[in-house]
């Protein structure tokens, strides 16, 4: 019985999670879900993760439901991905239909047949300016729905877990390093083309903090611009 269920994007901050939970000593089994979404290559570096450590990994394909929620840009085709800061107004057109919801209510299911004590997920503090659902008090009724919904049924235990809902993304890729995630062996980029654009909300958030990890020399992804970045960063975060 695992101990713990991770929602696994094939992300920096996702991989970090898995990474950190197994460091932990805990049994993992990862959950990836196929929405329709235009970086579909993520799925791809989750199993690949996944493999390489013999973690237990599934794909659940939920791309019957993307003629039903394209209206992002993450899976419409007709909306390009925004580029620059993720602080800006115009990332909210990267925002999934309630996309949090219905993958820890999978994940949670899977959780309760499993008797597991944990559903994690690696949203973070610089989710919480775009995304409602990564915000604390979103995460905060989850919980509570999830133990109700399951009362006498799942682990008396079971809690949302979200260690980085309070961090920042620099101090996600700081102990991203420190706890053995190597970073070209995750995917970012919304684009989803053969290498990471460099200029999408994702791509400069990933850039921005790899650079105030102080391990930039360690990034070995191949990036279309390293450089674009700089140019809409407005003040550097502390680690």
Known sequence: MAEAVAILSGGLDSCTLVQHLMNDGKEVIALSFDYGQRHKK????????????????????LSSITPLIAVSSLTSSKMPVPQGHYAEATMTQTVVPN?????????????????????????HGGDHFVYPDCRPEFIDALQKTVRLGNEGLSNPYLEVFTPFARMTKAQIAYLAFQSGVVF???????????????????????????????YTQYDQTEYADKEYWKTVVQSPEVV
């Open 42 to 61: 993520e799925l791809w570096f989750a199993t690949a993760f996944c493999g390489k450590r013999g973690i237990q990994h599934h794909t659940i394909d």
């Open 99 to 123: 996309r949090n919801m219905i993958m820890l209510s999978i994940a949670a299911g899977v959780a309760v047949a499993n008797g597991a004590a944990m559903i994690g997920t690696g949203v």
């Open 184 to 214: 070209h062996e995750t995917w970012s980029c919304y684009e989803g083309g053969e290498v990471h654009c460099g200029k999408c909300g994702t791509c400069v958030e990933r850039l921005e903090a790899i650079d105030i990890s102080g």
